[in-house]
Structures are given as structure tokens and as C-alpha cells.
């Protein structure tokens, strides 16, 4: 077991991370490039903040930062941003690392960044562990949800130590987290994770402007609704309903938080002091999404609610541009949903539209996993994956999770055909078609449940209008196609059709 560990970035998640490994008794260095991180946790070591029975020190300087690690085998856990600053911060440490050094890039990396890095290290004899970190700062205090993946015998050396540091599943008691497989699947299944988030993420704004501006019911009232929907059935024990509950319940103060935010002796919600932009994509702190929908499109596996989720995102980065268009169009604004005489059976019919999509995401992210663990050779185990996401992460889903883990396997490419899942769907189609049908009637935004809709309508449909589009492709294209009822085309391998026409000669 290791006694000493070294962080590298000591932003809100290094910092909480210090604190965490700290308090289970190891000796904590924490560097980063910038000065005022350091200070900061050096005014928390002066305070008596951190109470572990291990020592922490706060570097400016690398050497300093890896010399205090001694030298003996050492591990580095990076909390940084992807992209460049990894490499970097990979060239000044190099000449300190030697063979059997391990170190977990925690960051949000794309995966073959991550592989890169692998390799390079590999030629030293360093282990370099692309481990997702999930559940945000909250829990790399408390205890995240973690995906590892590399050489598994370095994974092996410090899996007992992030099995302590992990979420506790509530359940069973078991650390979330497992050696995912090589490579970068680790980060690949991080990635993945996000992309789900976002669905999620959508799907529950949704539902909130639904109940909002569709039935004029008030925060607090929606926020016993998703109390409610979250305290059983099908969406209990998840995450997003549960910080949902809080965001609708905070309210202005004299004083506001620890920084003054959110202070006003009027009173009020802080969210209404909330934009409607979201930036973190167009800014490129954040990759993951935008890596999840071209993933799936490369790997040609359907993930309509991941990705419209995300192009929702990206249409409210630019205010400026959208305020322009919204004079241009002209079009109408949301209303309050028509013709509802049961409020209670309307809310009803949103739960299980918001359960129907949230499952429709995680159906696309394991799809997705499962077909790059096949390309790959990676035989990733999608019930360990559901195992990890079970606390300690943003798409934690009690009742999804309970659904999904006993059904999986490894080359599972199409969630959809385990029978308790396609019950689930069918069971709840009506009630989310309704939804979508009254939100569209009342100009209502719901690109995710829209997207979720269609998603099941066509990934279930025997007789879609592709077989028109395959005729025109044919037509200037001479692509080919495959008859209808005729045995090894019908329903046949996905590959390039055997007949063509001679729409009109060239």
C-alpha cells in the first residue's frame, strides 16, 4: 500500500482530493502551476483544515513537489485540464520519474491522448492510468466515482487504495470503482458517462420548464415533485432529481454564500439569478460531450438524446447570436400547456417521459461502450460500469442501475433487446409521446425528449423511410441495395446491397 501520494493541480478538485487522501493517512504534496492554488492550500494547512494523520505540503516548485515523494516507487494522481497542460506538466517531471512510477490522470482526457501518453511512458517502464473521476468536487472530497484503465498490473498495485477512496455503493457496501480494462477505456467510459450526463441533464431541464412554464406550478412546488419522484419508483435515488430539489429551494439572502453571491434583501431564488447559456463547450473546458456524440457517429451506434442534448447546449453558448435570431423568426414563445384538466395525471405523464429518457441515454452510452470495447479488443464488463456509476457520480440512478446490471454482458451492442428493458420503454412510450405531443402544441423545448421519442420509434421501426433514401443513393450514387423477403438480404449483415438500378442512364 502506498504512504505517500503526489497531486498535481490544486483547483477544487486536486484541493478536495488532498484533502480526502489525507484523512485516510497518507503524506500529501500538492503542486500547481499556479500560485494562488498553492497559496490557498497552504493557508488551509496553516488553519488546521486538513486533519488526516498523514502530513501535507504545498510546493511552488515541481522538483521540490517530486523529490518530497522520496524515492521509492511514487504515484501521481493529475487534476488538470485536458489537453497540452498534461503533456507539459508530464515534460517537467519526467527526469524525476523512474521505472514502476504510476500515474492516474484524473482529468477529463480523450482517450487516445490518454494512449499517447501510455505509450511514452511505457518506454520508461511508468505506468500512466487514464482513471475518470465522476460526481464533481463534492464528491472527489467524499468519495468519487472512479474508472480506471491501463496496464493492469500497475491498476492491481492501487486499486486496494481507490477502493478506499471510492463511493460506497448504499446498497451493497462496494467501492465504486473497477479496473475498467486497457488502454484508454478507462477514460473512453468516463467520457461515455458524460455524454449520459448530458441527456440526463437536458431531459430534467426539460421537465422543469414543462412544470414550470407549462403548468405555473411554483419552485417549491417542483421541488417536492422531484423530491417526490425521487424518493421511489422509477427515478429513485437519483442524483440530478436530488441537487434538483436544492437548487429550487435555495433562496436569496441578506448575506448570500461564503463569497457574497446571491446576496439581496428582497429575497427570491438564486436561480433566478441564472443565465440560460451554458459554456463550458464552446470555451473547451469541457470535451467530453462533444467527444461522446462524434464517438458515436464513428462507431455508428444511435445516441439521438446524447447528442441533441448537446447541440442544446451549444445553440445557448452564444446569448448574443440566439437573442438576434429569436427578433428574426420571430416564433412563438412556450405557453401554458392546453387542455389539461388533471394537473396530477399531466405530472405523472412527465415523470415517466423523464424516466423513459433517461434510460433511452443510458441505453446509448452502454451501446457505445460495449461497440468500442469490440473494436477495440478492450472486453470492458458493462455490469462493472453500471456497479460504478452507482454513487458518487453525476448519473447515479438507483432504480436504471437495478434494471440494467443484472442484463449485461460484455458484447451486449443493443440494450433495447434485453426483455425488461424493452418492457420498460414500451410501458412508458405513451406517456412520454404524450408529453412530447402537448409540450410541442405549446412551444415548448424538449430536444432530448423529442430526440428519445424518435429514437424509439425508428430504432423499432419495420418499415422506415430509408427505403426510399436507399433509392435515391442508389440512383446517383449507384450505392446498391438489398431486396425486401429475400433470404441472406432480409434482414442480412449491415453491408452494401447487391442490386442496382438503372434509374437514369449517365
Not at 492554488?37 to 496553516?46: A, K, L
Not at 441533441?308 to 412556450?334: D, M
Request: net charge negative; aromatic share 8%.
Amino acid at each position: 500500500m502506498f504512504s505517500k501520494i503526489g497531486i498535481v493541480g490544486a483547483g477544487n478538485m486536486g484541493s478536495m482530493m488532498a484533502f480526502a487522501f489525507n484523512e485516510l493517512g497518507l503524506d500529501v504534496s500538492i503542486w500547481d502551476v499556479s500560485r494562488d492554488n498553492v497559496d490557498g492550500i497552504r493557508q488551509w494547512i496553516d488553519q488546521g483544515k486538513f486533519t488526516g494523520k498523514g502530513k501535507i505540503q504545498a510546493f511552488d516548485e515541481v522538483d521540490q513537489f517530486t523529490k518530497s515523494l522520496g524515492q521509492d516507487q511514487k504515484l501521481f494522481i493529475f487534476s488538470i485540464t485536458h489537453g497540452d497542460p498534461a503533456d507539459s506538466v508530464l515534460d517537467k517531471i519526467q527526469d524525476s520519474l523512474q521505472e514502476g512510477d504510476i500515474i492516474l490522470d484524473g482529468g477529463n482526457e480523450h482517450y487516445r491522448r490518454t494512449e499517447q501518453r501510455q505509450k511514452r511512458c511505457a518506454e520508461r517502464g511508468i505506468h500512466w492510468i487514464g482513471m475518470g473521476v465522476s460526481g464533481g468536487y463534492q464528491s472527489a472530497r467524499h468519495g468519487p466515482s472512479l474508472s480506471p484503465g491501463g496496464d493492469p498490473d500497475a491498476i492491481n498495485l492501487v486499486l486496494p487504495l481507490l477502493e478506499k477512496y471510492a463511493a460506497k455503493d448504499p446498497k451493497t457496501k462496494k467501492p465504486c470503482v473497477t479496473n475498467v480494462g486497457p488502454a484508454g477505456s478507462g477514460h473512453f467510459v468516463k467520457m461515455v458517462h458524460n455524454g449520459i450526463e448530458g441527456g440526463m441533464l437536458s431531459t430534467v431541464a426539460e421537465a422543469w420548464s414543462l412544470l414550470h412554464y407549462g403548468l405555473g406550478l411554483q419552485y417549491e412546488e417542483i421541488a417536492d415533485i422531484f423530491e417526490h419522484w425521487n424518493s421511489e419508483g422509477e427515478l429513485r435515488n437519483n442524483f440530478l432529481l436530488d441537487i434538483g430539489v436544492q437548487i429550487l429551494r435555495t433562496k436569496k439572502t441578506p448575506q448570500g454564500d461564503k463569497q457574497g453571491e446571491g446576496a439581496s434583501k428582497d429575497g427570491g431564488f438564486v436561480l433566478d439569478d441564472v443565465l440560460d447559456k451554458v459554456v463550458q463547450d464552446d470555451d473547451d473546458t469541457e470535451g467530453t460531450p462533444y467527444w461522446s456524440v462524434m464517438e458515436s457517429a464513428a462507431r455508428h451506434v444511435s445516441a439521438p438524446t446524447l447528442a441533441t442534448a448537446h447541440f442544446l447546449r451549444i445553440a445557448s453558448g452564444n446569448r448574443a447570436e440566439r437573442l438576434e435570431v429569436a427578433k428574426k423568426l420571430n416564433l412563438p414563445q412556450p405557453k401554458p400547456l392546453e387542455g389539461i384538466k388533471d394537473k396530477k395525471a399531466c405530472i405523472e405523464k412527465i415523470r415517466r417521459a423523464v424516466y423513459s429518457a433517461f434510460l433511452a441515454s443510458f441505453c446509448q452510452g452502454l451501446e457505445l461502450i460495449a461497440r468500442a470495447s469490440l473494436d477495440e479488443g478492450w472486453k470492458v464488463d458493462l455490469s462493472k460500469c453500471l456497479q460504478i456509476w452507482r454513487n458518487g457520480c453525476i448519473i447515479q440512478s438507483e432504480a436504471i442501475a437495478d434494471l440494467l446490471q443484472p442484463a449485461m454482458t460484455e458484447s451486449l451492442t443493443n440494450v433495447k433487446c434485453v426483455d425488461a428493458v424493452a418492457r420498460e420503454l414500451h410501458k412508458h412510450f405513451d406517456a412520454l409521446k404524450d408529453t412530447v405531443l402537448a409540450a410541442t402544441v405549446a412551444d415548448h423545448y424538449t430536444p432530448a425528449l423529442s430526440a428519445t421519442l424518435e429514437y424509439l420509434k425508428y430504432e423499432a421501426g419495420a418499415m422506415l423511410p430509408t427505403k426510399f433514401m436507399e433509392a435515391q443513393m442508389d440512383l446517383f450514387g449507384a450505392h446498391g441495395y438489398n431486396k425486401p423477403g429475400v433470404k441472406g438480404e432480409d434482414p442480412g449483415p449491415v453491408s452494401k446491397g447487391a442490386h442496382h438500378y438503372e434509374w437514369r442512364p449517365a
